[in-house]
């Protein structure tokens, strides 16, 4: 089993910038991609960008690419996001996900969730 524990999140004004924190422990061994996606009320979790374990590779959404970075800190297991240029329409609860075998867009192929971490951006 693979635990993720996301940090990070709060309320930030237009333009602002936050960074999330995804820490992984278990199983870490386990992983091969990493993903962070957001869910915002009544509508559907959507892909924001994923890393594969070891870090060496990014991918985006379209809409958050020049405004935010995925990276790996390899000595402490955690994956963050550093969200630049926040806009209302980043207001979402955002969750980091693993996946034992891909990297992908479809949340349905990631095997462990974390529980979330609510991200407020104020116009």
């Known amino acids: 089993q693979v635990q993720l524990v996301e940090s990070g999140g709060g309320l930030v004004q237009a333009g602002g910038s936050l960074r999330l924190s995804c820490a992984a422990s278990g199983r870490t061994f386990s992983i091969y991609g990493m993903g962070w996606f957001r869910q915002a009320p009544g509508k559907e979790r959507e892909f924001v960008a994923a890393?594969?374990?070891?870090?060496?590779?990014?991918y985006y959404a379209d809409s958050v690419k020049g405004r935010f970075t995925v990276s790996r800190d390899n000595a402490k297991n955690t994956v963050s996001l550093q969200m630049n240029s926040l806009k209302p329409e980043d207001t979402a609860s955002y969750y980091c996900?693993?996946?034992?075998?891909?990297?992908?867009?479809?949340?349905?192929?990631?095997?462990?969730w974390g529980q979330g971490t609510q991200v407020t951006v104020s116009s």
């Open positions: 890393l594969n374990w070891r870090g060496a590779y990014t």
């Open positions: 996900a693993a996946s034992k075998e891909y990297i992908g867009y479809n949340p349905n192929t990631y095997d462990y």
